[in-house]
């Protein structure tokens, strides 16, 4: 976050994230890409540790009661270390927490939030299906109630933290008689007989992630851990896009520094006809596009994340988080693409890692919602609120010299 922006407060939590982010081993960093650390363990444990994880929670529960400015900030400082541990840092601590934290039972806050942001239990959302991710109210799975709760069936795919998590947020059919936004529930699924996981996906990128195909077959759910109400799942889904989405640019700011700050020092460093790279337009020009990008993504999460806190209209804060992810996710993998280039070929050989921030980078524009889904929610909601709000301000259509030849103005 900017710096002129930041109370002594801010910069303290700031400092502490920064520590424990250089504590963070190389050779854990490089396992992970490799494939050989299926999910980092430890470093949650750590985090939960110093407190570190779900700011914004109560400190009741374990949390900070700090604001939504507060968590971008820690998104984007976690995000420095890799796109994937950004992920982990906030898929349990942010997404299932908040979740809970929002619409869960006193019992349910005990049981899951506690333990989970002391680093002491693993979570994971299970959103996606093999048969759809866009499309959330087509999902497959289902649940069958039964005497003192409910059976689960159903698989779900590209689960991050899936092979290790303790317990799942889990979204399955429970009224099949009625509209799919009618008849969805939300469960608290924990590991037990019938739930299966594998770490399967030959990623790209983001890889260490425990990034998995979930499967549940008969599982016995008690009433219990049910989230917000019998088919009421919608109540859960629609608030969690705002911790999904808005933390997804903020740590995708924090994932995409590096390669900016690496470009910029190498481009310092080497010459070429006798002076530094950057002194030349083609270099220079690129690098400074790319800190315009990583600024003007900062602002826009920044102001968004002070429209959640001030409890601005959610159509609107539905239509800033949307415009947020989409624009901060673009411009992240335009400033990475940016640092590749300058640096040559030397950027796209392993000697630094700006190959595997380009390659973290791919999955920011498709999970947690498309940015072509981002941009039809941006456009809904744009129409709708131009039209709630257009009589309030000036018109400018008159504003013009021919503004009343109506015969020019034809629509149909």
């Known amino acids: 976050m900017f710096e002129h922006l930041m109370t002594p407060a801010q910069r303290a939590h700031r400092d502490e994230l ?29 985090a939960g540790r110093l407190n570190l994880l779900g700011p914004r929670y109560p400190v009741a529960l374990g949390g900070r009661g700090l604001k939504w400015v507060d968590s971008c900030m820690a998104m984007e400082e976690v995000g420095v270390l890799g796109y994937i541990f950004a992920c982990v840092f906030g898929v349990g601590a942010e997404l299932v927490c908040d979740a809970i934290v929002s619409l869960g039972t006193d019992d349910q806050k005990e049981r899951f939030v506690r333990p989970l942001l002391a680093g002491r239990r693993f979570a994971a959302e299970c959103l996606t299906e093999p048969r759809g991710g866009s499309d959330f109210f087509g999902a497959a799975s289902k649940a069958t109630k039964c005497d003192g709760g409910w059976v689960l069936n159903g698989a779900k795919r590209f689960i991050v933290g899936g092979s290790e998590a303790d317990f799942f947020l889990v979204y399955a059919r429970t009224n099949p008689d009625v509209p799919p936004h009618k008849g969805m529930t939300c469960f608290l699924v924990e590991r037990g007989p019938g739930v299966t996981s594998n770490y399967l996906y030959g990623l790209m990128g983001c890889r260490g992630g425990g990034t998995a195909r979930v499967m549940f077959h008969d599982v016995f759910v008690p009433d219990a851990n049910v989230l917000g109400g019998v088919d ?108 590749m ?72």
């Open 18 to 46: 920064r520590a424990f982010v250089k504590s963070v081993p190389r050779d854990l960093i490089l396992a992970m890409d490799r494939d050989e650390v299926q999910f980092p363990k430890e470093f949650l444990q750590e």
């Open 341 to 412: 280039q300058v640096m040559g070929g030397i950027g796209y050989t392993n000697v630094y890692p700006v190959e595997r921030i380009v390659r973290d980078l791919s999955l920011a524009s498709i999970w947690t919602g498309t940015n072509e889904i981002m941009a039809l929610i941006v456009q809904t909601e744009w129409y709708k609120e131009y039209a709630r709000h257009a009589a309030a301000v000036r018109d400018p259509e008159p504003d013009a010299e021919h503004a009343f030849d109506q015969d020019e103005k034809v629509y149909e």
């Open 232 to 339: 009421r799942a919608v109540d859960v889904f629609y608030p969690m896009m705002i911790p999904e989405r808005l933390g997804t640019a903020a740590m995708t700011i924090g994932a995409a520094r590096p390669a900016v700050e690496l470009a910029t020092r190498y481009t310092s460093k080497r010459k070429a006809f006798g002076q530094p790279i950057k002194d030349f337009q083609g270099v220079g020009f690129q690098v400074a596009d790319a800190v315009t990008l990583l600024d003007a993504s900062r602002s826009l999460v920044f102001t968004t994340a002070c429209a959640v806190d001030a409890g601005d209209d959610p159509n609107r804060v539905r239509r800033f988080v949307s415009e947020t992810k989409k624009f901060v996710t673009s411009s992240c993998q335009q400033a990475a693409r940016n640092a």
